[in-house]
Every structure is written in C-alpha cells, then in structure tokens.
C-alpha cells in the first residue's frame, strides 16, 4: 500500500538530505575565504557584454556561477540583471556558466549550446557572461576553494580585490548596497562565515551519527541524535521532527500518538501535510507489528481534510483509509470516491495512482 506522499525510506532519504543542505555552507575544507585576495579570472570564452581581464583595485564586481541545467540558477538571471540595472557604472556583474558538463569532459561542443541559451535569453540576461572551460580552472579557483557545493553562488569582489562575500546571489542586493557605501565590514563577514562554517562542521557530524544509526536499526540512538540536532539547530526541527515521530510508530506508537497530538495540535496546527503523512503512517499497514490508534488516526486525517477544503485526493485518500480503519465504511466508500473524481480530473496524474485509489475502494466495499 503506497499513497506517494509517504514512503518511509524514501521520506527519510528526504529528510535527511533537506537537513543536510538547509544550512547552505559546506563543512568541507575551505582554502578561498571572505578577505582573500580574488582569484583571477580564468576565462574560456566571453559570450557576452565587456570581457573583464582582470580585476580594479576601485570597482565592484559580481562574478555569479551557473549553468544551464540549473533551475534556481534559471530564476536568478532576471534578479541579476535588475542589480545590473541598477547598479550601473558601480557594479561590474559577471555570470561564469560552470558545471555544465560532466567531470572529465574534454570538449567544448556545449560552448555553441550555452551561447544560443544566452541568445535567446537576450533582454532578460544583461551583464558580463562567460565560460569555464571544460577542464574547471574557474570551478576549481574559486568554487572548489571556497568550498561552495552548489550553484548558484556569486562572490562578490572589492576593495583591493579582494573576496568581500560568498553566497546566494538572491541575498546581493544588501551586500552591494554596504560595499557601495563603503559600510561593509570585511572581518565580520569572514567571522560570520567562519562561525556558519563551524556550525555546518558541527552539524555534518551530527547528521552522520544519525544516518549511521538509521542504516544500522538503531532506533534508541537515532531518536537521541535527533532530539540533539534539534536541540542545537531548532530551525532544523520542521525537517526532522517527522521523522521522529515515524521511528516512534516503528518502536512505541503510544509515545508516537502522544508526540503527534503535541504537534498537531501546537506549531503544525496548519500543516496538512504533517496531519496527512502522520494519519498514513498509522492507517497503512493492514496488519501492523504493534497496535495504532485508530481514532487518532482519523482526528489527524480529518483536520488535515478540513485544512485542504476537501479538494486534496491524497489527503482524502488518507480519510478514507482511516474512516475504514475505525468501522466507517459507508464514509470511507464515499470519501475514497471523491478522491478519484478528483484525481480522474487531473490530466497529470498518474495512472497507476489512480488504479490503486480504485483498487482500494474496491476493498472498503467488499470489506
């Protein structure tokens, strides 16, 4: 049984990869840092705008990494060309497209690929742009040096060429506005990042004890690394507490109802899909190894319902689920079968979910 919002190892993978990434700084070791001299440019080929060869001692530049395959990269050109915009004549902004291809590609074929992206993006794409060529010295130098994991990431560059801030080029706008105004502090940027760094540390080796534990079986160790992260990282509890609660199911489902009803009832009072993926998680099995709580389940699932305005087919697919579970079957057949109308009029959805949908309301009416 298998509604798609909830799948326990494919929800922890989840979990456990949003916790890694959320704190935006690698723990790796980091030889490029706020206050460094800037690398120098080792451009492949200059695509478009004013080729810079080397950076000034009296002007502002950006150098941004992206590529094309990029999603959010996707998203920040238009931002990027706004700040460009508007910092005309104070801020020189340069997107180096990098990570396009593959480690140890030796080509350039993907050159006359980005160009023509670049073509077409026309008006919306107006600053510097450049490639890295296939072997990295850009990616290398800079991104592999500041121990940057992601794009898109932009530095930005001042002073006496020097690294005046690393991060998400959709946070530049503040940053340029001190460093115009000569407000920027360089030793509290290069403190903060040290600090984030130190924290990201901390946290990698957090997350590695909990994995390790969750590979392993490890219940009691798991819950207690968990409770430590959140603990320590409080902003990180929205990404773990599910999983909490899923271990719990596995091992004490009295401390998981308990831990749940807190929940729902507290800081994810409005989270229908907290209440929906808790609701499953009860309802699923047919023969569960240890005894659920039914009419819990059902509480969880109708508030998740009531949050959606009935129109979710998945959270109503849960109700269902629950409603039959607690001997409500005339409800059950009734809700299950407006979660397939609903469904049935999506022209996107699935056809295997809808079969299971179906196949389940064909077990509420012959139960």
């Known amino acids: 049984m298998s509604n798609p919002?909830?799948?326990?190892?494919?929800?922890?993978?989840?979990?456990?990869?949003?916790?890694?990434?959320?704190?935006?700084?690698?723990?790796?070791?980091?030889s490029l840092k706020i206050?460094?001299?800037?690398?120098?440019?080792?451009?492949?080929?200059?695509?478009?705008?004013?080729?810079v060869k080397e950076f000034a001692t009296d002007k502002v530049y950006v150098v941004e990494f992206w590529a094309t395959w990029c999603g959010p990269c996707r998203q920040t050109i238009p931002h990027l060309t706004d700040l460009a915009k508007q910092y005309k004549d104070k801020v020189t902004i340069i997107g180096v497209n990098s990570f396009e291809v593959p480690p140890g590609t030796t080509g350039t074929e993907h050159f006359a690929m980005v160009e023509a992206f670049v073509k077409e993006m026309g008006a919306q794409m107006e600053y510097n742009v450049a490639l890295d060529g296939p072997e990295g010295k850009m990616a290398t130098t800079w991104m592999e040096a500041a121990a940057q994991n992601g794009i898109p990431t932009a530095f930005v560059v001042g002073g006496q060429k020097q690294i005046l801030w690393i991060g998400h080029p959709m946070e530049l706008k503040p940053v340029l506005d001190d460093v115009i105004a000569g407000k920027w502090d360089v030793k509290a940027a290069r403190a903060k990042a040290e600090e984030d760094a130190r924290l990201a540390a901390e946290l990698d080796e957090m997350m590695g004890k909990l994995m390790s534990a969750l590979?392993?079986?490890?219940?009691?160790?798991?819950?207690?690394?968990?409770?430590?992260?959140?603990a320590k990282r409080p902003e990180l509890k929205p990404l773990l507490i599910?999983?909490?609660?899923?271990?719990?199911?596995?091992?004490?489902?009295?401390a998981a109802v308990v831990?749940?009803?807190?929940?729902?009832?507290?800081?994810?009072k409005d989270d229908p899909m907290f209440l929906n993926n808790i609701a499953w998680r009860m309802v699923e099995e047919d023969e569960p190894k240890l005894p659920m709580d039914y009419s819990a389940a059902l509480e969880?699932?109708?508030?998740?319902?009531?949050?959606?305005?009935n129109e979710d087919p998945m959270v109503l697919d849960t109700l269902a689920l629950a409603q039959f579970r607690n001997g409500m079957k005339a409800e059950a057949i009734?809700?299950?079968?407006k979660a397939i109308a609903l469904l049935e009029k999506d022209p996107e959805a699935d056809p295997d979910l809808l079969e299971e949908l179906r196949g389940r309301l064909k077990k509420f009416e012959g139960g």
């Open 5 to 30: 919002q909830h799948g326990e190892e494919t929800m922890k993978r989840t979990i456990l990869l949003a916790a890694a990434v959320a704190v935006g700084v690698s723990a790796q070791a980091q």
């Open 35 to 51: 206050g460094d001299p800037a690398p120098k440019l080792d451009i492949a080929k200059w695509v478009k705008g004013s080729p």
């Open 215 to 230: 590979e392993v079986g490890d219940s009691k160790t798991a819950l207690k690394e968990i409770d430590t992260i959140i």
């Open 242 to 254: 599910g999983l909490k609660v899923d271990i719990l199911f596995d091992t004490d489902p009295k």
């Open 259 to 268: 831990v749940a009803k807190e929940l729902a009832n507290g800081e994810f």
């Open 300 to 309: 969880f699932a109708k508030k998740a319902a009531e949050l959606t305005k």
């Open 334 to 337: 009734a809700t299950q079968k």
